[in-house]
């Protein structure tokens, strides 16, 4: 086995986009485990928005990640040592595990899941991770979608975006709207993903072309972008609309110019409803989640696809890309 | 009895405040009424900032005044003629009476209601009225009020929001917080009308002042104002607080600076609701609520005040007056 850790630590808070000096490759030994502990050598991390929120030094739903702390992340593993009868050695399995080769396992908190045997880890931490349970809890849950329901969808190409859409087909909204950036990302929504409508941000009018596609408005508009789009589907609000705030993308690297809304009013006028969630609180029902997604993954009805960068080292990189849109589908690191 | 009816029309769409253009007073023959209609001698009209958004042309939940259209408002009157079951000489009724001296009184959306002989008319429209059900069902339903809530609420020295206050107080908020302009307005929200705390937003840091008075957030707050004081509110939401979205006085008159509030991402990270409601939906429900509401007025614990404007010819500078700031309490006009 190797003694030695690489871990990808914070070096300096960024401004905008993560640079060459954000972050540094360092090395440590392998750590020790003690009794009630695992040893996992990680394989995949799941490259989030979200972590570049805890980059910042301002208050969130998590603290942030400190100066020489490895750079917090979701990913998946394989048990290589075990002090615990929870972990054996060869199990797969997923949790926060940290930009590094290796990490513990452990219990309460720091706890990591079983992967299901039959599904490969880099589907296990696209659909049935983070990026799933986000999807379907903010649509099913927070959304409340109903059967009928008219959907916009933005950053529809993205990894969640992509999966809110498939799920809001599958249990039955009327109309399914992507919204995304060119026109390859917008074919792809409706040749494989069975989006009705895909809308091209950078070549369309997006205001114009939701009305035009929902004259009688938009039931549910989940957002993960914020800004202009917001604004936009927030004028096209049906009465009784709901808005699913899941992130705000178009923001996170430009604190100082943040974009606010100025459409909200038509929540009064449609009588709508904005809410946000963070999917660590449905952490206690992501079981019941992943086995409707599961299902739906062995009968073949819900597409998902990776764009893996090799290499721990290009964790940062990976990252960037999420706020470049160079990806589609999920973003997965490829440690090992 | 009188044969003329005099009538405030709109002329010209205001930009802004209403200018001297904006409407004129006609005279036309006091209307003839028909079997099941009764004539009504309008008293007092409800000047509420809703009627300024009626005046643009442009979409709201109802449609906007037509040119030479008399100015649509609520108010209340005596019935002075009558060929209906429905309604008798000598009844005091409320409704939708527009800016004029006479109007019908008819069946179905055309119907007016009996006030409370036990209660002066004013009072009737104040808190029994509108004022007093938007107070009532923004706090209670759309906000879902809890014992030990802490409450904000802007606007709160006028008609609605000093309501909101005394309502969160009698249902169990733990601690009430008002904003007004003004040293005056703000020492008569804490000596006469039971707040715990008076924010002058003329004179004091909103925001700081807010993290200071509710440490732990904001678990309700009702926004009658929109602006930076919204965005101060956000700022300083609690996990899992709601945001009601009664109006948005500050941008009714400058709809091309219409301000988006920033901090709508704390909606995510604190899992907050910000929703609209229009009080006109909740008009089957008001029986329930005026009950409750002529309990607190018998029993002195909801006082109410009203700034009363003599002369229907002067309605236009009574709602003026709501922009300005000008009035504490309630504001209406007597017409006669």
Chains 1, 2 share one sequence.
């Not at 960024?14 to 490759?25: H, N």
């Not at 392998?30 to 980059?55: C, N």
């Not at 880890?121 to 649509?139: Q, S």
């Not at 205001?207 to 589907?233: Q, S, T």
């Amino acid at each position: 086995m190797e003694t030695t850790n690489r871990q990808v630590v914070l070096k300096n808070r960024p401004t905008g986009m993560i640079a060459e000096d954000t972050t540094a490759v360092v090395e440590s030994p392998v750590p020790e485990i003690t009794d009630g502990q695992a040893l996992v050598r990680v394989k995949y991390l799941s490259i989030d928005p979200t972590i570049r929120t805890w980059m910042d030094d301002a208050p969130g739903y998590l603290p942030p990640i400190g100066i020489d702390e490895v750079i917090r992340a979701g990913g998946a593993g394989e048990v290589v040592a075990s002090k615990s009868s929870r972990y054996a050695v060869g199990d797969l399995v997923t949790g926060i595990t940290g930009w590094q080769d290796y990490c513990i396992a452990d219990e309460g908190m720091a706890a990591m899941s079983p992967a299901p045997a039959d599904l490969d880890l880099a589907t296990t931490l696209n659909v049935l991770g983070v990026t799933g349970m986000t999807a379907y809890f903010g649509l099913l849950d927070v959304g409340g979608l109903r059967e009928g329901d008219v959907v916009v969808v933005s950053g529809a190409a993205g990894a969640t975006g992509s999966a809110v859409g498939q799920i809001a087909r599958l249990k039955g909204a009327s109309k399914v709207i992507g919204i995304a950036g060119g026109a390859a990302k917008c074919a792809q929504l409706v040749e494989e993903l069975g989006f009705d409508v895909a809308i091209d941000y950078k070549a369309d009018n997006v205001g114009k072309r939701l009305h035009e596609e929902a004259p009688k408005g938009i039931d549910l508009y989940f957002d993960n972008v914020g800004g202009p789009i917001l604004d936009a589907c927030l004028a096209n609000l049906a009465m009784r609309g709901r808005v699913v705030l899941c992130g705000a993308i178009s923001g996170y690297n430009d604190a100082e110019h943040a974009f606010g809304p100025k459409n909200y009013t038509s929540l009064i006028i449609r009588r709508g409803r904005m809410e946000g969630f963070i999917i660590l609180d449905y952490m206690g029902r992501w079981p019941e989640a992943q086995a409707v997604v599961a299902e739906w993954l062995r009968e073949g009805v819900m597409h998902h696809s990776e764009h893996i960068v090799e290499g721990l080292e290009h964790a940062p990189e990976a990252l960037n890309l999420l706020f470049t849109g160079g990806n589609t589908g999920k973003v997965l690191v490829k440690v090992s």
